[in-house]
């Protein structure tokens, strides 16, 4: 079955406005990274979080080990964050990839 | 810093037909992935090798091969090609080891089978 969920499947939001975006995944992880993907389909890592809360910018991932969960907050966000978020999840081997989030801002 | 070459770009064949994608690092990594991406989807994972000499299946290597020719690059095979079949192709590098996968991509290869 599906190891690693994202919800929701896609967000839009007003400029300014803040995003919560959530990532399940099926057992515990060692290495919980969250991915940007832009329109044009380049990938790049946006910051890694096994566990704990991390922030970086307008980023705050906040990672809970033993309920197998993870989120994303976006914090005022802007029409360049627009894009697809995507999680990955592993225990000391390849990375699973969830389906992501389509978030779009509006100006 | 370093860089992720795929090629081709883009690629285009014929049903049934053998078609190999070709990805190069300048990382030094040690860890290298085939990852298939469909339309408005996630990746599924194909292939990957932890370092030069190892090969691993994902949960989609049926119909692929890979080949880790050295260290700084991985190929993969779609050994048939499936018609309609249209996809992106991302490889990917990371360090062996450590708490992150700090995985780079490079810009993909778009198959498209006629």
């Known amino acids: 079955g599906q190891q690693v969920q994202q919800s929701p499947a896609s967000l839009v939001l007003q400029e300014g406005e803040n995003a919560e975006l959530q990532c399940n995944f099926s057992?515990?992880?060692?290495?919980l990274q969250w991915f940007y993907q832009s329109p044009g389909g380049s990938l790049v890592s946006l910051l890694s979080?096994?566990?704990g809360t991390k922030h970086t910018g307008r980023l705050t991932s906040t990672t809970v080990t033993k309920e197998r969960r993870s989120s994303l907050h976006i914090s005022s966000s802007q029409t360049t964050d627009s894009g697809t978020y995507l999680c990955?999840?592993?225990?000391?081997?390849?990375?699973?990839f969830g389906a992501g989030t389509k978030l779009s801002v509006k100006p | 810093g370093g860089i992720i070459t795929q090629t081709p770009k883009f690629l285009i064949g014929q049903e049934g037909q053998k078609l190999t994608l070709k990805c190069q690092q300048n990382f030094n990594h040690d860890t290298m992935y085939w990852y298939r991406q469909d339309s408005g989807k996630g990746l599924r994972l194909i292939y990957y090798?932890?370092?030069?000499?190892?090969?691993q299946k994902g949960d989609l290597s049926e119909g692929y091969d890979a080949s880790r020719e050295k260290k700084s690059s991985f190929s993969l095979t779609v050994t048939s090609a499936q018609k309609n079949e249209m996809a992106v192709f991302l490889c990917a590098s990371s360090p062996l080891g450590g708490s992150s996968y700090e995985q780079y991509f490079g810009p993909g290869t778009r198959l498209t089978v006629l």
């Open positions: 979080n096994p566990s």
């Open positions: 990955a999840w592993g225990n000391n081997n390849a990375p699973r």
């Open positions: 090798s932890i370092t030069e000499n190892d090969l």
């Open positions: 057992s515990t992880a060692t290495q």
